[in-house]
T-cell receptor
Framework: SQELEQSPQSLIVQEGKNLTINCTSS?????LYWYKQKYGEGLIFLMM?????EEKSHEKITAKLDEKKQQSSLHITASQPSHAGIYLC???????????FGKGTRLSVIA | DAGITQSPRHKVTETGTPVTLRCHQT?????MYWYRQDPGHGLRLIHY???????DKGEVSDGYSVSRSKTEDFLLTLESATSSQTSVYFC?????????????FGEGSRLTVL
């Protein structure tokens, strides 16, 4: 959905490097969800953020939601080949409606 | 892993033929969704259901119909398939709707319309 803009569209990083993926909307993000998709497979839930300023971490992945609740970032520390895939952000833009998704960020991690 | 099964996983069909994709869940979740994923467009909502026989349209519902006669099954039908409906279709379920409910996705059904 164009209501959610993800950047960059694709990213190639060297193993061990840090990276950040952004998800931006002109509307309030009532609930922001990060998913990971391995090539040819379904989407795996990573994290959910709801409150402005909220930050969550799981292993080497940290997600943040800004205070205005219009932008989220996903940060990966010391990237590994297992981090490769497509990262998608999804959000409820109206308060209680099905999630709309960004177009995804394709991440490649090279040795 | 959430118990979601999509069938068929792969299908090739010809323009003008009807196609039905099935999504089956064993989680007893209330909400079920059909999305399609296309290069350059990401994931877009086709239809969703918030209960048995309760469905609503999504962003790209034209050319698609759905039915939900049981909690566990959500069917997506293409009455007369067109090449523009070549896509990967994902079913998702959630216990709660909207901002309070994370989605669990199936493995996807790849449809090719020749």
């Amino acid at each position: 959905s164009q209501e959610l803009e993800q950047s960059p569209q694709s990213l190639i990083v060297q193993e061990g490097k840090n990276l950040t993926i952004n998800c931006t909307s002109s509307k309030t993000l009532y609930g922001l969800y990060w998913y990971k998709q391995k090539y040819g497979e379904g989407l795996i839930f990573l994290m959910m953020l709801q409150k402005g300023g909220e930050e969550k971490s799981h292993e080497k992945i940290t997600a943040k939601l800004d205070e205005k609740k219009q932008q989220s970032s996903l940060h990966i520390t010391a990237s590994q080949p297992s981090h490769a895939g497509i990262y998608l952000c999804g959000a409820d833009l109206s308060g209680n409606t099905p999630l709309v998704f960004g177009k995804g960020t394709r991440l490649s991690v090279i040795a | 892993d959430a118990g979601i099964t999509q069938s068929p996983r792969h299908k090739v069909t010809e323009t003008g033929t009807p196609v039905t994709l099935r999504c089956h869940q064993t989680e007893n979740h209330r909400y079920m969704y059909w999305y399609r994923q296309d290069p350059g467009h990401g994931l877009r909502l086709i239809h969703y259901s918030y209960g048995v026989k309760d469905t609503d349209k999504g962003e790209v519902s034209d050319g698609y119909s759905v039915s939900r006669s049981k909690t566990e099954d959500f069917l997506l039908t293409l009455e007369s398939a067109t090449s523009s409906q070549t896509s990967v279709y994902f079913c998702a379920i959630s216990e709660r709707g909207g901002r309070t409910g994370e989605l669990f996705f199936g493995e996807g059904s790849r449809l090719t319309v020749l």
